[in-house]
């Protein structure tokens, strides 16, 4: 079995930075894509972006491109999400997830291993 915490969430004001962190605890999570979700209230949940399991490639949804970067280390099954320039419309539970299948999915149904979330709340 494979649990994933997330961490690193709070409060931030319009323009500033948050980075986030994912660690996976259990089973070794470091042949696993790994992906970042978010869901604001009233919404479906949403892709962020995925990192594969060489931690060379990367893939973003198109509001987090050039914002967002996620990195790994595989060495401690930890996953980070880098947010900059945060807008209010960045306000969400973020959530990070694992492929056991190690495919490059942008859905939900694509990942089989989920964290607890954490809030992330931008104000202007």
């Known amino acids: 079995q494979v649990q994933l915490v997330e961490s690193g969430g709070g409060l931030v004001q319009a323009g500033g930075s948050l980075r986030l962190s994912c660690a996976a605890f259990g089973r070794t999570v470091s042949s696993y894509t790994r992906g970042w979700f978010r869901q604001a209230p009233g919404k479906e949940r949403e892709f962020v972006g995925a990192?594969?399991?060489?931690?060379?490639?990367?893939f973003y949804a198109d509001f987090a491109k050039g914002r967002f970067t996620i990195s790994r280390d595989s060495a401690n099954n930890t996953v980070s999400l880098q947010m900059n320039s945060l807008k209010p419309e960045d306000t969400a539970v973020y959530y990070c997830a694992a492929d056991s299948r190690r495919n490059f999915g942008t859905t939900r149904y694509d990942y089989d291993y989920w964290g607890q979330g954490t809030q992330v709340t931008v104000f202007s």
């Open positions: 990192i594969w399991s060489s931690g060379t490639s990367t």
